[in-house]
């Protein structure tokens, strides 16, 4: 296990503006991972191999994107125990997000409030990072996914042109890329899941992966992140849309608009993404909705609202196949990435 104690960090990090600790920790993360101090939260990873998406996952839990942007520290959260990681969003030039302050605690709810704004370096720095990581070179160590998104100064009207630049820049890094159409820090992406525009935008990726795959000689799973704010028969065109331009798996969900569960608490009322433990109910909604849609074996990571073992769980039970946390890291610390990991083995395989 872990040397080093997170109750006590978390104090001290709590202590400080939600970004600046954000910042701070990883910062220290990029500076220490694959050097002794690692040892000060380093934990074995739990062996609970699955089979999804045609890739060898170790485990069942994976660290959520939003929280890596840079992917700086991959190594570092690697050694927490994760059987996967997801970096990114990332654009394909780099941007400063939005003006300051843009995260919030809620600490009564266990939950976090961002409009960080898809901030990132830029494509050349994210790969950059990706291939600096030793992890990679270990086999079978770790799954890495790779999310992309589109630049806040580029036209929505244009969006597809972002996501595929993005798919073209990390294709050979990705062992599964994610498309983000789901964040409501950037103006308009949401409308992405209507219709005709997810339409035109899958149809683009897939055509873009197939010339990918004949250039490179691997096919790389296509993963789409999707809000929980979504009504029944949104989720329906979803999961058809995904089946017709062949997608390899859905991430349910992202960040809510939602209030209702915060009311009242300081910060509330803050514009942007709501996470944490009260996204729990919809993601799980939206999960077994998709999974109603989709029908058995088509791949489903659940996240949003992870803070326990029986929370990981619950995700699996609404239907998912996999589960990330992000929020609860930031609550519960790397402990939890190992209670989860024992809670998902513990439990019975569908058939």
């Known amino acids: 296990m872990a040397l080093l104690p997170y109750l006590p960090a978390r104090s001290l990090l709590f202590k400080l503006d939600a970004e600046a600790a954000h910042d701070l920790t990883l910062s220290t993360l990029a500076r220490l991972q694959n050097t002794p101090l ?6 074995p990873q739990v062996p609970d191999p699955i089979e999804i998406a045609g890739l060898h996952f170790p485990n069942r839990v994976g660290l959520a994107a939003g929280l890596d942007k840079n992917a700086r520290c991959i ?5 927490m125990g994760f059987g996967f990681v997801e970096v990114g969003t990332v654009t394909p030039l780099g941007q400063p997000g939005n003006p300051k302050p843009r995260m919030f605690r809620l600490p009564e709810a266990e939950a976090l409030i961002n409009r960080l704004g898809f901030n990132n370096e830029g494509l050349e720095s994210f790969i950059a990072h990706v291939r600096h990581s030793q992890v990679r070179r270990m086999p079978g160590r770790l799954v890495l996914g790779l999310n ?29 890329v994610t498309v983000n159409i789901s964040s409501p820090n950037t103006q308009n992406l949401r409308s992405l899941q209507s219709d005709e525009a997810l339409d035109a935008l899958l149809s683009a990726l897939a055509t873009r992966r197939s010339q990918l795959r004949e250039r490179h000689g691997r096919q790389v799973p296509l993963f789409v992140k999707i809000a929980p704010d979504l009504e029944g028969v949104q989720v329906q065109v979803i999961a058809a849309s995904l089946r017709r331009h062949g997608m390899d798996g859905v991430i349910a969900t992202n960040t809510t608009l ?30 077994g909705q998709l999974r109603q849609a989709l029908g058995p074996g088509f791949p489903i990571i659940g996240v949003g609202g992870v ?16 589960v ?19 809670a ?3 439990m019975p395989r569908r058939r």
């Open 258 to 287: 939602g209030r209702d569960s915060v009311r009242g608490l300081a910060h509330a009322q803050e514009a942007g993404g709501l996470s944490g433990r009260p996204v729990f109910e919809a993601s799980n909604r939206v999960i």
């Open 148 to 176: 992309i998104g589109k630049n806040a100064s580029t036209p929505i009207e244009r969006a597809t042109d972002d996501y595929l630049l993005g798919l073209e820049g990390v294709y050979p890094h990705a062992d599964y």
């Open 75 to 79: 190594d570092a959260f690697a050694a």
């Open 344 to 346: 998902l083995k513990a």
């Open 307 to 322: 803070l326990s073992g029986a929370d990981a769980v619950a995700k699996i039970e609404a239907g998912a196949d996999l």
């Open 324 to 342: 990330q946390v992000y929020t609860g890291l930031i609550y519960r610390g790397p402990a939890l990435v190992t209670e989860a990991a024992r």
């Open 38 to 43: 690692q040892r000060g939260w380093q934990q």
